[in-house]
Nanobody
Framework: QVQLVESGGGLVQAGGSLRLSCAAS????????MAWYRQAPGKQRDLVAQ???????LYAELVKGRFTISRDNAKNTVNLQMNSLKAEDTAVYYC?????????????WGQGTQVTVSS
């Protein structure tokens, strides 16, 4: 069974930092584009950052220069380092794994972790 388990959320003051981690099942990690999404109350789920199997990152404009996504292929984990946090970064953050297998696209999601930034 595929699992994505997030950790590292919490409460932080504006300007502070948090590091999120996502441990993925070994069976999918190496062939998946890994990503972090977030969803604030009453809003849609949006892409925050993603990283390809080769380690190429992509960031949403709102977090460029503040967030860094990385993946550790030996540990099957993807991390999101979040610096200079703002109140508007408050949301539930979800880990996502996306891959193609035999012509079919698969999406896997973690349970989410709450990030709250106080102003």
């Amino acid at each position: 069974q595929v699992q994505l388990v997030e950790s590292g959320g919490g409460l932080v003051q504006a300007g502070g930092s948090l590091r999120l981690s996502c441990a993925a099942s070994e069976s999918i990690f190496s062939t998946s584009v890994m990503a972090w999404y977030r969803q604030a109350p009453g809003k849609q789920r949006d892409l925050v950052a993603q990283i390809t199997t080769g380690g190429v990152p992509l960031y949403a404009e709102l977090v460029k220069g503040r967030f860094t996504i990385s993946r550790d292929n030996a540990k099957n984990t993807v991390n999101l380092q979040m610096n200079s946090l703002k109140a508007e970064d408050t949301a539930v953050y979800y880990c996502n794994a996306n891959r193609w297998r035999l012509g079919v696209q698969y999406d896997y999601w973690g349970q989410g972790t709450q990030v709250t930034v106080s102003s």
